[in-house]
């Protein structure tokens, strides 16, 4: 949705820079967009250390990847991609029907 976003304004958008990639499929739902996501770290990664340096438990860590396994995201089809309107020239009810987080459809 933001890369769609910023190539409206004008922008050349080929990668996207985050902290932690969660795992749960973002690199292949923006890839069909074109966009290369790149992550500083992995949860995978985060959780490994974390156990290894005992601020989580066996059971915690378990539990973590457990979630990120039974949570991953199928890549965006290219027809459900971002429409051709900036996010500015749609309503609220226009975004959060497009708005594929549970978290986001409800904030707007």
Excluded: W
């Amino acid at each position: 949705e933001t890369s769609a976003s910023l190539r409206l304004e004008g922008l050349v958008i080929t990668d996207a820079v985050v902290l932690l990639d969660r795992e749960q499929g973002g690199p292949e739902r923006i890839q069909g967009d074109g966009v290369k996501l790149r992550a500083a770290l992995t949860v995978t990664k985060f959780i490994h250390v974390l156990e290894k340096l005992k601020k989580l438990d066996a059971e915690t860590c378990a539990k973590v990847r457990e979630f990120v396994a039974a949570n991953r995201f199928a890549p965006i089809a290219p027809e459900k991609m971002a429409p051709a309107k900036s996010a500015a020239q749609m309503s609220y009810s226009e975004r959060a029907s497009l708005a594929s987080n549970a978290m986001a459809k409800q904030l707007l």
